[in-house]
């Protein structure tokens, strides 16, 4: 079992930064991909941007490409999700993901992660 706790969410305004960082502990904690996904009042959960288990390799949906980073540190045991430039379409409950077993390239489809956190709010302003 992975247990993932997201931090970093809050109020900002548009045009704003926000760094979200997401804890992991547990056994095989580091080992396998992970990303972000996001879901706002009324909507479905949607994929924001994936890392593989090497660090090598990110992927982002195309409305936050140039925006938001995805890294890790698995020293630290971290996933964060740095956010520039945010919008009020940003505005969501964002969570983390850690897959459990090395898959297939299908990044941005929720069914392959196995562990999800508890989420942290980002609101931004206009």
């Known amino acids: 079992q992975v247990q993932l706790v997201e931090s970093g969410g809050g109020f900002v305004q548009a045009g704003g930064s926000l760094r979200l960082a997401c804890t992991a502990s547990?056994?095989?904690?580091?080992?396998?991909?992970k990303g972000w996904f996001r879901q706002a009042p009324g909507k479905e959960r949607e994929f924001v941007a994936a890392i593989t288990w090497s660090g090598r390799n990110t992927y982002y949906t195309d409305s936050v490409k140039g925006r938001f980073t995805i890294s890790r540190d698995d020293a630290m045991s971290t996933l964060y999700l740095q956010m520039n430039n945010l919008t009020t379409e940003d505005t969501a409950t964002y969570y983390c993901t850690s897959r459990a077993r090395h898959q297939g390239s299908d990044y941005d489809d929720a069914s392959t992660y196995a562990y999800w956190g508890q989420g942290t709010q980002v609101t931004v302003s206009s």
């Open positions: 547990g056994h095989n904690a580091n080992t396998y991909a």
